[in-house]
């Protein structure tokens, strides 16, 4: 693949790209939001296959630089029989801005409009608008969740949880993102790999960015911590903007995924921290992180819990 002039070129692997590979591969180039190039080439090889928690980052990546002014080109080598096809069948297109060029062609006709509703095994990506609150969506995944896990003598616990993580998530969205731009969420079950994926994306002030001015004066000790220091104390304690009383939904969450041995993912405006649940919890020298990524703007998260696994 040539670059071109005044163009950020981002090029993914042939391979199946989760949310770690996703960033593995950002690492790799400059970050478009920081460049003054006016472009940016997404580029997607034969044999590269998007999965939901890399396929939500893209969506708001993509549509973040639409909206500052750049020129954005989604291109697929194998159209409509690979990547294309898949992201169109799971609603992507969409909720792509209009203005993003898609290459060999843009879908005509939606997929997820087509066939919304004919699987059990996925819940398409659904846009979260700022302004306007979908109080079914949470019940929506938790739906699709249950059913992947029904043969589970522990799935009505299973319900419960998803349920509060899912509903925790969205209203993070809601109360603290303070964006006009769209967040996301969309679940997947991946039979072959023996899990249910569901990923969180929005466009706002990140986790940290709302955090940080209140550490002065309600937690001293951690003012110089890392980033991702900041992240893993958030899902281990509640720790808060809004101190002890209030705001300790992420913890509400991590507490109910860390019943279940679900993995726990989190992508920040330029850090990304994997959370792996260990006897006691999700632990800081468990993490694997990534300082220093490109810049994305938000607080993306998914969780991936098992089909076998039972608490």
Not at 99 to 107: A, K, N
Not at 117 to 125: I, V
Not at 229 to 244: C, I, M, P
Request: proline share 5%.
């Amino acid at each position: 693949m040539e670059s071109q002039p005044n163009t950020d070129e981002i090029q993914f692997p042939a391979r199946w790209v989760d949310g770690l590979l996703f960033e593995q591969t950002m690492l790799q180039f400059a970050s478009p939001h920081c460049t003054d190039n006016s472009a940016v080439n997404f580029y997607f090889p034969t044999g590269c296959k998007i999965m939901i928690d890399a396929g939500v980052r893209l969506l708001s990546f993509a549509n973040q630089l639409r909206h500052v002014g750049k020129t954005i080109v989604l291109n697929f080598e194998e159209g409509e029989s690979g990547t294309l096809g898949y992201l169109n069948r799971m609603g992507f297109f969409d909720l792509l801005h209009s203005d993003v060029f898609v290459f060999p062609h843009r879908p005509v006709v939606s997929g997820a409009d087509l066939y919304r509703g004919g699987s059990q095994e996925l819940l398409e990506f659904a846009g979260i608008s700022p302004n306007h609150r979908d109080q079914g969506l949470p019940n929506r995944l938790t739906e699709v969740l249950s059913e992947s896990v029904k043969q589970r003598s522990d799935r009505h616990a299973l319900e419960h949880a998803a349920y509060t993580v899912f509903g925790e998530l969205i209203d993070n969205i809601y109360e603290h993102s303070a964006t006009e731009l769209e967040g996301y969420a969309v679940l997947q079950v991946y039979r072959n790999g023996g899990r249910v994926k569901v990923a969180v994306s929005d466009s706002g002030r990140g986790i940290i960015e709302t955090l940080r001015p209140s550490l002065n004066a309600e937690h001293r000790d951690l003012a110089k911590r890392s980033d991702p220091e900041l992240v893993v104390e958030a899902f281990r304690t509640g720790l808060s903007r809004h101190g002890k009383v209030r705001g300790c939904g992420l913890k509400t969450s991590a507490d109910q995924a860390i019943r279940f041995r679900a993995d726990l993912d989190v992508r920040l405006p330029g850090c990304f921290v994997r959370l792996t649940p260990s006897a006691d919890g999700y632990k800081p020298h468990k993490a694997l992180i990534y300082d220093s990524l490109p810049l994305i703007w938000g607080t993306h998260i998914s969780f991936d819990f098992y089909l076998d696994k039972e608490s």
